[in-house]
């Protein structure tokens, strides 16, 4: 047998965006205690989002949105073997450096939270953690991959639990990625400076066809269905926030939901768990809002 | 050419597939119980166990596959795989069950959580090195006699087996899968090959 003494590595972007890599496919619930994070991991999550109030109550209450308190965060990660995610405010790397030293498993830069700078975004090479963010389109998703973002998700309209801004801002991305693959090298330089984003960004993408780090969804799903749809529009996994806990049966939503996005080209399966769910949460028309929430960020 | 699955429930199957078709294989992504027909072998892919686990259940394929892998059926796990296929899970729900295949003992995040997720080099025997990518990686603490030991890894406190094989089933506590390199697929496919001739 060979021994093996050898140097590795922590926190490589390879390892980061592994992690998310091992997300496909899967369902992360927003959770605000460990009750929730039980029933979400009964219910075949991937991964948790821990958080003081889910994004229907952060919009209903008004007032600044911070960073989780560290204890709920730690009771989260104590009755959970699944990957314990956290938010933090735009640009507030002090909550990201805590929320580091916490262990958790990814940082959500997050437009649901209060941003804490107006210009300038975290630094997210600078952690070992890795770090999912929102984008609407292209140019915004290649902006924060540029910052060292390791998974980019639609910001959606969250706490809406209406689906289509989530649908607005994947059917966005991928047109704008089809847009590159199809262009010429020679205009890759001009289509970077319409997206403002880094030219070697633009030419990976148009040569892959994809984005460098998985895409996932998030914002406003809230049935079986949503799951279904944004998985057919090129989502990989989806982000549920109210949709699960603002449902008249919790439990079996985050089933349901769960299975429809595992089978979610097989219409029959996702009929079937759809079948006598109760109420989904109650939506909002996003026409009447007054903050929407994705135009945080840039 | 060889029809090899990958159980496509959670996780990171595309990697796999990717994989697969670099080695000239013919992956088929497995989600019902009719996806298993004339499949010449199976790869469980990297994701989270509690999640696979939960959708083995109500997709139905968890007796069939039962049956199919302690026949002899050829198996091969990476991370979650791995879990999916050891004897023990520690660390584990408490209603965590596994098929059992490799007689083996995994600690789940056995190197830490994902701040502590590293990639070290692998050393297969005569083989060469391959580049190891361990995510929340589950570690294997102890192996049973039947078990071949293929590559390890000392991480800082002594030698754990990170490849492991007992007959035809197959695990590793890495994701050879996130990587370009095929040398951990193609042993199992030459594994595969030689049980079917």
């Not at chain 1, 996932?216 to 949503?226: E, H, K, R, V, W």
């Given at each position: 047998m060979n021994s093996a003494i050898t140097?590795s590595?922590?926190?490589?972007?390879?390892?980061?965006?592994?992690?998310?890599?091992?997300?496909?496919?899967?369902?992360?619930?927003?959770?605000?205690?460990?009750?929730?994070?039980?029933?979400?991991?009964?219910?075949?999550?991937?991964?948790?989002?821990?958080?003081?109030?889910?994004?229907?109550?952060?919009?209903?209450?008004?007032?600044?949105?911070?960073?989780?308190?560290?204890?709920?965060?730690?009771?989260?990660?104590?009755?959970?073997?699944?990957?314990?995610?956290?938010?933090?405010?735009?640009?507030?790397?002090?909550?990201?450096?805590?929320?580091?030293?916490?262990?958790?498993?990814?940082?959500?830069?997050?437009?649901?939270?209060?941003?804490?700078?107006?210009?300038?975004?975290?630094?997210?090479?600078?952690?070992?953690?890795?770090?999912?963010?929102?984008?609407?389109?292209?140019?915004?998703?290649?902006?924060?991959?540029?910052?060292?973002?390791?998974?980019?998700?639609?910001?959606?309209?969250?706490?809406?639990?209406?689906?289509?801004?989530?649908?607005?801002?994947?059917?966005?991305?991928?047109?704008?990625?089809?847009?590159?693959?199809?262009?010429?090298?020679?205009?890759?330089?001009?289509?970077?400076?319409?997206?403002?984003?880094?030219?070697?960004?633009?030419?990976?993408?148009?040569?892959?066809?994809?984005?460098?780090?998985?895409?996932?969804?998030?914002?406003?799903?809230?049935?079986?269905?949503?799951?279904?749809?944004?998985?057919?529009?090129?989502?990989?996994?989806?982000?549920?926030?109210?949709?699960?806990?603002?449902?008249?049966?919790?439990?079996?939503?985050?089933?349901?939901?769960?299975?429809?996005?595992?089978?979610?080209?097989?219409?029959?399966?996702?009929?079937?768990?759809?079948?006598?769910?109760?109420?989904?949460?109650?939506?909002?028309?996003?026409?009447?809002?007054?903050?929407?929430?994705?135009?945080?960020?840039? | 050419?060889?029809?090899?699955?990958?159980?496509?429930?959670?996780?990171?199957?595309?990697?796999?597939?990717?994989?697969?078709?670099?080695?000239?294989?013919?992956?088929?992504?497995?989600?019902?119980?009719?996806?298993?027909?004339?499949?010449?072998?199976?790869?469980?892919?990297?994701?989270?166990?509690?999640?696979?686990?939960?959708?083995?259940?109500?997709?139905?394929?968890?007796?069939?596959?039962?049956?199919?892998?302690?026949?002899?059926?050829?198996?091969?796990?990476?991370c979650?795989?791995l879990i999916?296929?050891a004897?023990d899970?520690i660390d584990?729900?408490?209603?965590?069950?596994?098929?059992?295949?490799v007689?083996v003992s995994v600690r789940r995040n056995g190197y830490g959580?994902?701040?502590a997720?590293f990639?070290s080099p692998i050393v297969i025997?005569?083989?060469?090195?391959?580049?190891g990518?361990f995510?929340r990686a589950p570690r294997i603490e102890r192996c049973g006699?039947?078990v071949s030991v293929i590559a390890t890894l000392d991480h800082g406190d002594g030698e754990h087996p990170v490849l492991v094989r007992?007959?035809?089933?197959?695990g590793c506590s890495f994701?050879?899968?996130?990587?370009?390199?095929?040398?951990?697929?193609?042993?199992?496919?030459?594994?595969?090959?030689?049980?079917?001739?």
């Open positions: 140097p590595t922590v926190g490589s972007a390879l390892v980061k965006r592994g992690l998310a890599d091992m997300l496909r496919g899967g369902v992360i619930m927003d959770v605000v205690n460990p009750e929730h994070a039980k029933i979400a991991e009964d219910a075949g999550a991937v991964a948790v989002m821990a958080l003081e109030r889910v994004p229907s109550d952060i919009r209903r209450d008004g007032g600044v949105a911070r960073m989780s308190d560290p204890q709920m965060i730690q009771e989260i990660q104590a009755c959970v073997t699944i990957p314990v995610m956290a938010k933090a405010r735009i640009g507030h790397f002090a909550e990201a450096q805590i929320l580091q030293a916490l262990d958790v498993d990814y940082i959500d830069e997050s437009e649901v939270l209060t941003p804490a700078d107006e210009e300038n975004h975290i630094d997210k090479w600078d952690f070992t953690v890795p770090f999912v963010c929102g984008a609407t389109n292209l140019g915004e998703a290649l902006r924060r991959i540029s910052e060292g973002a390791c998974l980019i998700r639609s910001k959606g309209e969250a706490g809406t639990g209406n689906v289509v801004e989530a649908v607005r801002h994947l059917r966005t991305i991928n047109a704008q990625m089809r847009r590159l693959a199809s262009a010429d090298p020679s205009e890759l330089f001009a289509l970077a400076k319409d997206l403002q984003a880094p030219v070697a960004l633009v030419q990976e993408v148009a040569a892959t066809g994809k984005l460098p780090v998985p895409l996932f969804c998030a914002g406003g799903i809230s049935t079986p269905a949503d799951a279904s749809l944004v998985l057919q529009l090129g989502a990989e996994a989806v982000f549920v926030g109210s949709g699960i806990f603002k449902s008249e049966d919790p439990e079996r939503m985050a089933k349901a939901i769960v299975e429809a996005t595992t089978h979610f080209e097989n219409a029959s399966i996702v009929a079937k768990v759809s079948n006598g769910l109760g109420a989904a949460m109650v939506g909002a028309e996003t026409a009447t809002l007054e903050q929407r929430l994705a135009e945080r960020g840039w | 050419m060889r029809q090899v699955g990958v159980l496509a429930l959670q996780g990171d199957v595309r990697a796999h597939v990717t994989t697969l078709e670099n080695l000239g294989a013919a992956p088929r992504k497995v989600r019902q119980v009719s996806d298993l027909a004339g499949l010449d072998g199976l790869i469980i892919p990297g994701g989270e166990s509690t999640t696979i686990s939960h959708l083995l259940i109500t997709s139905g394929l968890r007796q069939p596959l039962q049956g199919l892998i302690s026949s002899g059926f050829p198996v091969f796990g990476t979650a795989g999916m296929l004897t899970v584990g729900r408490v209603d965590q069950w596994s098929f059992g295949a007689d959580r994902q701040i997720s990639e025997d005569g083989r060469g090195t391959v580049p990518v995510i006699p039947d007992q007959g035809s089933a197959w994701h050879p899968e996130l990587t370009s390199d095929v040398l951990v697929h193609g042993l199992f496919l030459d594994a595969l090959q030689e049980a079917l001739r």
